[in-house]
């Protein structure tokens, strides 16, 4: 469903983040990388998708990547921006 939504709508912050929480949940750490990161472009202060990019970047060990967007997470906790589209 996700993927039909941004074949339509590339843009839709909603529908690649949870399509990459999907991937993630799925361990494709790789995809999931790709579509957090895709997802940021269009909302970089939900403080839910930098949490589960850093989650993907530890999973393939990539730890200052990971470190990186830990550090971003944590920094947009709480902010206007923040909605939780992982649940």
């Known amino acids: 469903a996700f993927r039909k939504v941004i074949s339509r709508e590339p843009d839709h912050f909603e ?3 949870n399509l990459g929480f999907a991937y993630l949940g799925w361990g494709r ?3 999931a990388i790709k579509e957090l990161k895709q997802a940021i472009v269009y909302n970089s202060r939900n403080a839910e998708v930098w949490s589960n990019l850093a989650i993907a970047y530890e999973n393939l060990g990539q730890t200052s990547d990971a470190a990186g967007a830990r550090n971003r997470h944590q920094s947009t906790r709480g902010s206007p ?4 589209v992982t649940t």
Request: glycine share 10%; charged share 30%.
């Open 81 to 84: 921006g923040k909605r939780n």
């Open 15 to 17: 529908a690649r983040a």
């Open 29 to 31: 750490n790789s995809n």
